[in-house]
Each structure stands twice: as structure tokens, then as C-alpha cells.
T-cell receptor
């Protein structure tokens, strides 16, 4: 089955700096890679996703890159703000098959003033 | 408003006392799933349902039951809870297993004493 590794487990950046979270996956059949943000007391919320037919996707300050050959994908947050502080999860799945969404272990991002 | 609603949000109970956590979605989603979240382990799938009356085990199904009698509801049942089931639980839904992303509820924190 799929295995997703996520690094780092904690990340502290100063407001305005960039943050990068990296994930690797094992199943070459995986073709959908969402990123979720979990704030305290809330469920994970999708912030951006990418499918295997593209290499990069951007949404304002957030971007995701995918390297299918190396089987890794990354979340990039630019101009970080205090409200970006949360736990971020990556995930991977081979849609259209019997496989399931497999999550990384999460990254706690702290944006300091 | 599209949402996944879980109840209760918090519960402290004792070993062996049967409990049910309800989950309801208003998006007419076919696919529903239960996860547990434990520190350092990310989100692990307990059970999932592809549609009404169709359920299957996830990664960690031991000690849990589910049912899907209606499309909108997917309750999680702990027939005889034990302390190792103390965790944060999330219900999620999506249009189908093949069509992501999943929408999550806000979680239920269970403490089994």
C-alpha cells in the first residue's frame, strides 16, 4: 500500500518569511495529492491540491510542486502570516482504483511575529 | 452551507460502555469515512462507505463498527470501548472515492477511562 512521509514535523518561521513542507510517497500509481490545514479544534480543510498531470499549482500565497519521477511533492507558503500557524497534512491517493487517501504525519507550522 | 457534522464534540466515558458518534453530511456525497488522529501518526482510516449499505474496513478497524442506512449518515459505534481508543476522531465525505477531495467534520475527542 501507499506510504507517505512528511518533513519536518515542526517548523517555525518569522512572519513574512517562506515556509516549505515536503512529502514523499511510495506508490507510483498515486495521482492526486491534496494538502490540508488543520487549525486548533477544527477538522482538516483542503487548501490546495495537485493532480499528476501538472507539475505546479499556485493559489495566491500557496503553491504546490510535484516531482513524479522522484515521487515527492512540496507545499510552499510565501509571505507567511500569523494566521498560517496550524498543522498541515499532505496526502496521496491513486484515484480510480480501490486505494485510499493516505496521509502524512503532519507538520506543525508556527509563524512568529 | 455544505458541511459534515459530528456529535458529540467531546465525550469522556468508561471502559465497556457502548457509545455512538454520529456523522451527517448535507452534500449528497456517496463516499464517507472515519479517521482517528493520534500524535505522530497522522490520520488513519477506520472504516469507509462507498454508498448506502456498502461499508468496508480501513487500516485500523478493530473495536469499531459502522453502518450506512441512509446516504447522509454514517455513525461510528464502539461496542465496548477501551482506553486505547482514546483519540480524536474525524468523519469525512466526498462525492465518490474516485472524486476527491474529502470534506472533514470538526472532530470528536473521545476519552475512555
Amino acid at each position: 500500500g501507499e506510504n507517505v512521509e512528511q518533513h519536518p514535523s515542526t517548523l517555525s518561521v518569522q512572519e513574512g518569511d517562506s515556509a516549505v513542507i515536503k512529502c514523499t510517497y511510495s506508490d507510483s500509481a498515486s495521482n492526486y495529492f491534496p494538502w490540508y490545514k488543520q487549525e486548533l479544534g477544527k477538522g482538516p480543510q483542503l487548501i490546495i491540491d495537485i493532480r499528476s498531470n501538472v507539475g505546479e499549482k499556485k493559489d495566491q500565497r500557496i503553491a504546490v510542486t510535484l516531482n513524479k519521477t522522484a515521487k515527492h511533492f512540496s507545499l510552499h507558503i510565501t509571505e507567511t502570516q500569523p494566521e498560517d500557524s496550524a498543522v498541515y497534512f499532505c496526502a496521496a491517493v491513486a484515484t480510480g482504483t480501490a486505494s485510499k487517501l493516505t496521509f502524512g504525519t503532519g507538520t506543525r507550522l508556527q509563524v512568529t511575529l | 452551507e455544505a458541511q459534515v457534522t459530528q456529535n458529540p464534540r467531546y465525550l469522556i466515558t468508561v471502559t465497556g460502555k457502548k457509545l455512538t458518534v454520529t456523522c451527517s453530511q448535507n452534500m449528497n456525497h456517496e463516499y464517507m469515512s472515519w479517521y482517528r488522529q493520534d500524535p505522530g501518526l497522522g490520520l488513519r482510516q477506520i472504516y469507509y462507505s462507498m454508498n448506502v449499505e456498502v461499508t468496508d474496513k480501513g487500516d485500523v478497524p478493530e473495536g469499531y463498527k459502522v453502518s450506512r442506512k441512509e446516504k447522509r449518515n454514517f455513525p461510528l459505534i464502539l461496542e465496548s470501548p477501551s482506553p486505547n481508543q482514546t483519540s480524536l476522531y474525524f468523519c469525512a465525505s466526498s462525492f465518490s472515492r474516485e472524486v476527491q477531495p474529502q470534506h472533514f467534520g470538526d472532530g470528536t475527542r473521545l476519552s475512555i477511562l
